[in-house]
């Protein structure tokens, strides 16, 4: 066995693992609490649509059965919402298997991929675990991609940029041109991958859709997810759209049955179900403003933003507000692990964990000051 684990990537030794917030029966039990209120995951507060809960229990007395290895009725549904061939589109065992299968087809030891400083922590993961490594470009000053920046980094051993629009954690978003002018100097031998998992809750004027670009730029690829605007995190589920050869490849190496029956079904549903989608956004852009003016009443800067979650800096050690609300009851995400460290991520929730959020955030406050 010393063998075996003495063989291992270099790039797998000194990665951290993904560490995940604790669940609400992990805080519940340690702290001995009976109300928790979680805003560190960026989940839908609403969940899925009712429709979406018969149809996973209609279809569960066939969980005994294999599900369709081609998601053949996801594929059709998201080819007609987008008006694109079924050949460019791949589904995900969420967003997370994307990446890494991505990551496992176009790098080789010494390969570069250029992401922002801070965004989302799998990028990294994903590329040192194969073998390559991430180049990160810190946010400009209004805390987005600074794409000049980024392009400025691009060499030879560059195999893809990752651009996260809207950014997580920061909530912010680039502008349609900026995107398109990137994708327009960026060379065709560089994949460029836009991380759209909360298109769905952009509230900004003319944002960067992309689909219609695809034909133009074959090396843009473009991922969503169910996790978010349609609450759909616990199904594990996402999508890439993108060139099909490049699609032809991902599926090669994935596994026969990556999509699982439930989650295949469930999002069908989720997309018909329009009608519930425009009711969680029009909750999240009605509660972040509930939020921004609670913020401002404290005396907090914080970062607008076109996602369901937002940074605010509280002025305190990140670590220790996210000890004193999480013995609370109230789970956020400190800033810390982020490199802003006395910043806080936290989910826009419904109205009454918006007000214990902040109330408790208060309290947190006051004492921290004292």
């Known amino acids: 066995m010393k063998k075996i684990i003495d063989d291992i990537s270099a790039g797998v030794k000194e990665m951290n693992r993904y560490q995940a917030g604790k669940s609400i029966e992990e805080v519940q039990e340690e702290y001995g609490l009976e109300k928790i209120v979680k805003l560190a995951s960026n989940e839908n507060p609403l969940g899925p649509a009712i429709q979406v809960i018969d149809t996973i229990q209609s279809e569960a007395k066939n969980v005994c059965l294999y599900p369709d290895s081609d998601s053949r009725e996801l594929k059709t549904a998201l080819a007609e919402k987008y008006q694109l061939a079924e050949e460019k589109i791949f589904l995900g065992n969420g967003s997370d298997e994307i990446l890494d299968l991505l990551m496992t087809l176009i790098l080789k030891p010494g390969d570069e991929v250029i992401q922002a400083d801070p965004a989302f922590i799998k990028y990294e993961l994903a590329v040192k675990s194969r073998g390559g490594s991430s180049v990160k470009v810190p946010l400009d000053q209004n805390h987005r991609h600074d794409l000049q920046a980024m392009e400025a980094e691009i060499s030879d051993q560059t195999k893809a940029v990752f651009i996260c629009n809207p950014n997580n954690p920061t909530g912010t978003m680039l502008e349609r041109e900026e995107i398109e002018d990137f994708l327009e100097k960026v060379s065709e031998e560089v994949l460029v991958i836009v991380d759209q998992a909360y298109q769905e809750y952009i509230t900004a004027e003319d944002p960067f859709d992309g689909v219609e670009l695809l034909e133009k730029y074959p090396n843009l690829m473009l991922m969503r997810t169910f996790s978010k605007a349609y609450g759909l995190a616990g199904m594990r589920i996402g999508y890439a759209l993108a060139d099909p050869e490049l699609i032809d490849y991902l599926n090669r190496i994935r596994g026969p049955f990556n999509v699982n029956r439930l989650a295949q079904k469930a999002a069908v549903t989720a997309l018909e179900s329009e009608s519930h989608l425009e009711i969680c956004q029009n909750l999240n852009n009605k509660e972040k403003e509930f939020l921004y003016q609670k913020f401002e009443e404290l005396g907090l800067d914080y970062i607008e933003t076109e996602a369901n979650f937002m940074m605010v800096d509280t002025g305190m050690p990140a670590a220790e507000v996210f000890k004193e609300l999480q013995q609370r009851g109230v789970i956020?995400?400190?800033?810390?692990?982020?490199?802003?460290?006395?910043?806080?991520?936290?989910?826009?929730?419904?109205?009454?964990?918006?007000?214990?959020?902040?109330?408790?955030?208060?309290?947190?406050?006051?004492?921290?000051?004292?």
């Open 332 to 370: 956020i995400r400190p800033g810390h692990q982020f490199g802003m460290e006395s910043w806080i991520r936290v989910t826009i929730g419904t109205r009454a964990d918006n007000e214990y959020f902040i109330r408790n955030l208060k309290k947190v406050l006051a004492e921290g000051n004292e």
